[in-house]
């Protein structure tokens, strides 16, 4: 992983500095917000996310990602520092137009996790090692994890990232998405009330 350049990122909830990294061996692109000061060895508040442009751009109802995205960006400002890292790996990392392909296996009655193994996925086909580089490069050697997703901490974890809390994330859910977080709970073990 290579950082690329930083930028300032203004945003409802305060500025942020905008990180652009690299993959050095496909060249794919990554970006970490990061907000005020971050200490080394004080637990720094942040969030992995991974792209959903449905959710995140379009404010799609499937999901909960968009939600997630922005109060994860509040919380961080609320703490008065931490980190955002936008982990560009999108429908769990199977891509856009099989997450597309998905949906409509989804449409016809299939959930997330059924969808994606009709399309020869696993249920979750991310990688969460890279993202460990990330927190490295930006010298943070502990973190309070925001997510639901005790997946996420492992993989964290075997990466070498020193998660000393999970801090829930948990956001309303809406009649079209009821189903959706019905199957993180029950198939993919997310934590999904405090």
Same mark, same amino acid.
């Given at each position: @992983? ?9 945003? /409802? ?29 004080? /637990?720094?508040?942040? *969030? ?24 994860? @960006?509040? !919380?961080?400002?609320?703490? &008065? ?9 999108? #429908?769990?990392?199977? #891509?856009?137009?099989?997450?597309? *392909? ?6 016809? #009655? +299939? ?14 086909? *991310? ?16 973190? !309070? ?9 492992? @993989? +964290? ?10 801090? /829930? ?18 198939? @993919? &073990?997310?934590? +999904?009330?405090?």
């Amino acid at each position: @992983m290579q950082l690329i350049e930083k930028a300032v990122l203004p945003t /409802p909830w305060g500025n942020f500095f905008i990180f652009g990294f690299k993959e050095k061996k496909n060249g794919k692109n990554h970006v970490a917000l990061v907000y005020g000061d971050i200490k080394k060895n004080t /637990p720094t508040l942040s *969030r992995v996310h991974s792209e959903c442009l449905t959710g995140d751009a379009f404010f799609s109802l499937r999901c909960d990602c968009g939600s997630q995205l922005k109060m994860s @960006m509040k !919380r961080i400002s609320q703490e &008065g520092s931490g980190v955002l890292i936008y982990h560009r790996q999108e #429908g769990r990392n199977i #891509g856009l137009l099989n997450k597309i *392909r998905a949906y409509a296996l989804q449409d016809k #009655g +299939l959930d997330t996790v059924q969808a994606n193994q009709k399309l020869g996925f696993s249920a979750d086909e *991310r990688d969460f090692s890279l993202c460990a580089d990330i927190f490295n490069i930006l010298n943070i050697n502990k973190i !309070r994890l925001l997510t639901n997703n005790p997946f996420k901490v492992q @993989m +964290l974890s075997n990466a070498g990232i020193n998660i000393i809390e999970r801090v /829930p994330l948990i956001v309303e859910k809406n009649p079209k998405n009821a189903y959706y977080l019905k199957t993180k709970s029950e198939k @993919m &073990g997310h934590l +999904l009330s405090e």
